[in-house]
């Protein structure tokens, strides 16, 4: 059984006395990177790799802990470790140039409307009127920002190896039809409308964001810019603005028989509790259901039990009911059951996991430890 990965080693404490350390902790969120935590600080990834004694394409673990060096204190890695040559020090201490004002971003899991707007350099209150959103409400991710003014954080777009998209995600472009879609990703409309919550002889909204199998060939349409405002299909389970504890979730997967860290290792990777989440793959809420998926626990696993799509609780039973009947389907092995919950049980058998798949059930594996280990 994998054990959590510890936070990150120092390997510049060696170099530099801990009394003068300019380095803060980092704990690292929904969606983030090595590259997405340091081109935020203005950083290369290099730079902040070499810090804490890592490779460049180290795959960081939801919730462990990554220092964040000053520019003098990462050159003195980058030079301990003969990655700069002596005479470059002040061209790899210097920050990296912030972006133009008027810049755009790209939301990301686990970002929210005040940390954006603090890292772009404006009020959240103009950000939000920028963009026409509500200040209050969740963010999509997916969602592109313009930013008013200042500096804009990183786009977090790391090479696949360290950040892949979601299997299947994808906005709907001008032009796109649920037949087109579906014919072109090797399914039924109907089973795509079923999936998406969607209703399969309606109209398709440019915007409209949705999963599409894991594996099927991208669309025509995947190649053309993104539409720049996104659209949740309106179907359960509703995102909602609830935070929830690991103790909610081990509750209910006690009472379920799954494994309580197991189910709040997952929740955690999925949404770090939050049920107002929303995935560029139309997945919601703490457990990050579909809807396809919210009806089949429904109509096959609930027991008669009239699921609230307004509930993050009721989010939770649902996945873990999922979860229960993916360990069953499985044969009680466990990394089969989590490649299952990301990638889909069927495609994993007979595909194999994606690398992206294999990193999910290794940080689903090495965050149990926060959560009561194998128990």
Known sequence: MRRFIAPIALAAAVAIP???????????????????????NNLTTRTVAAFNGVSEDHQVVLGSTVMVPSTVEGYASLQQ?????????????????????????????????????????????????????DPNAFLLTGT??????????????????????????????AGDTLGGLASQTGVSAEAMAAMNGLDPHGLLVEGTVLKLPGGAPAPA???????????????????????????DIQSVASAHGVSPSLAAAIAWQESGFNN???????????MQVMPGTWDYVQQNLAGGRALDPNSASDNIHAGVMYLKRLLTDAGGDENAAIAG???????????????????????VQALRGQFGGGE
Do not use: C, F, K
């Open 144 to 173: 592109v920002l313009s930013l008013a003014r200042g500096a804009a954080p990183a786009q977090a777009s790391a090479p696949s190896s360290e950040g892949p998209a979601t299997q299947g995600a994808y906005t709907v472009r």
């Open 18 to 40: 801990a009394s003068a350390s300019a380095a803060v902790p980092h704990t690292v969120q929904p969606g983030e990177t090595l590259w997405s935590i340091a081109a935020a």
């Open 341 to 363: 919950y990301y990638q889909g049980l069927a495609s994993v058998r007979e595909r194999g996991m994606y690398d992206d798949t294999q990193q999910y059930v290794n940080n």
């Open 221 to 247: 349409g995947a190649s053309q810019p993104e539409p720049a405002t996104h659209v949740v299909p309106d179907a359960a389970p509703a995102p909602t603005a609830q935070h929830v504890t690991a103790a």
């Open 81 to 133: 470790a003969g990655l700069v040559p002596a005479d470059a020090a002040q061209a790899a201490a210097a920050p990296a140039a912030a972006p133009a004002s008027g810049g755009s971003y790209t939301v990301q899991a686990g970002d929210t409307l005040s940390a954006i707007a603090a890292r772009a350099g404006v009020s959240m209150s103009s950000l939000a009127a920028a963009n026409g959103l």
């Open 276 to 286: 107002g989440m929303v995935s560029s793959a139309n997945a919601r809420g703490v």
